[in-house]
């Protein structure tokens, strides 16, 4: 038997305790058991998939455990797709009232999650799942459910932003249920 195979048990590196229930939520439910590890990994500059090879490369050789580690970002059409990879940073400075104040002219409010899993043993090459959900900017912050960005987007075929879904709702249909569905289904093939 494989590496893989034999070890059911995976390692999620993540400094976000959200990220980290949201995806035990997910995982557990499709059969994979997952450890929680704020190890840090460099950031490297690029797009979602780059920075999730690299880093479950990364931290997959330095901890010698199979690990996934999960890139994700808001991209909004009118902003040409901004804030996208710089996500984490808008987040810190601007927060969610600056992307309001950059949206308040804007009709078009089309935006999208984007969710990049990485995956990786200490002794293979990583491999990357994208996860994607389309939605709608608010007018308003509003929801006290999720974190960061949860309270401006409104998924899809709701009128609740994430913020007002609570996580197992959230869980159904999100950026990070795809991309991490889409790792568990591959996962459970390579047995
Ligand atoms: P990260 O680099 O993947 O941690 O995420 C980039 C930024 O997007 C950070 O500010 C996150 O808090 C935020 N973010 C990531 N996923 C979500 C989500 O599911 N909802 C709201 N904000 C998110």
Same mark, same amino acid.
């Given at each position: !038997?494989?590496?893989?195979?034999?070890?059911?048990?995976?390692?999620?590196?993540?400094?976000?305790?959200?990220?980290?229930?949201?995806?035990?939520?997910?995982?557990?439910?499709?059969?994979? #058991?997952?450890?929680?590890?704020?190890?840090? +990994?460099?950031?490297?500059?690029?797009?979602?998939?780059?920075?999730?090879?690299?880093?479950?490369?990364?931290? #997959?050789?330095?901890?010698?455990? /199979?690990?996934?580690?999960?890139?994700?970002?808001?991209?909004?059409?009118?902003?040409?797709?901004?804030?996208?990879?710089?996500?984490?940073?808008?987040?810190?400075?601007?927060?969610?009232?600056?992307?309001?104040?950059? !949206?308040?002219?804007?009709?078009?409010?089309?935006?999208?999650?984007? #969710?990049?899993?990485?995956?990786?043993? /200490?002794?293979?090459?990583?491999?990357?799942?994208?996860?994607?959900?389309?939605?709608?900017?608010?007018?308003?912050?509003?929801?006290?459910?999720?974190?960061?960005?949860?309270?401006?987007?409104? /998924?899809?075929? +709701?009128?609740?932003?994430?913020?007002?879904?609570?996580?197992?709702?959230?869980?159904?249909?999100?950026?990070?249920?795809?991309?991490?569905?889409?790792?568990?289904?591959?996962?459970?093939?390579?047995?």
């Amino acid at each position: !038997m494989s590496e893989k195979i034999n070890s059911k048990i995976i390692t999620f590196i993540t400094g976000n305790p959200h990220k980290v229930k949201e995806a035990q939520g997910i995982l557990n439910n499709l059969g994979i #058991s997952l450890e929680h590890a704020d190890l840090g +990994y460099p950031e490297i500059q690029g797009d979602l998939e780059d920075v999730a090879l690299y880093g479950a490369q990364y931290a #997959s050789r330095r901890l010698g455990k /199979p690990v996934i580690v999960e890139d994700a970002g808001l991209f909004i059409k009118a902003l040409k797709w901004f804030p996208g990879t710089y996500s984490s940073y808008v987040q810190e400075t601007l927060g969610n009232k600056g992307i309001l104040k950059l !949206m308040s002219d804007v009709e078009d409010r089309y935006a999208e999650f984007r #969710s990049v899993v990485g995956y990786c043993t /200490p002794k293979t090459e990583p491999e990357v799942f994208l996860g994607t959900v389309k939605g709608r900017i608010r007018y308003k912050e509003k929801g006290r459910y999720g974190f960061a960005y949860d309270p401006l987007f409104i /998924p899809e075929g +709701y009128d609740e932003s994430f913020g007002e879904l609570q996580r197992v709702e959230k869980n159904r249909f999100s950026h990070r249920r795809k991309s991490l569905e889409k790792f568990a289904l591959w996962y459970k093939d390579q047995g």
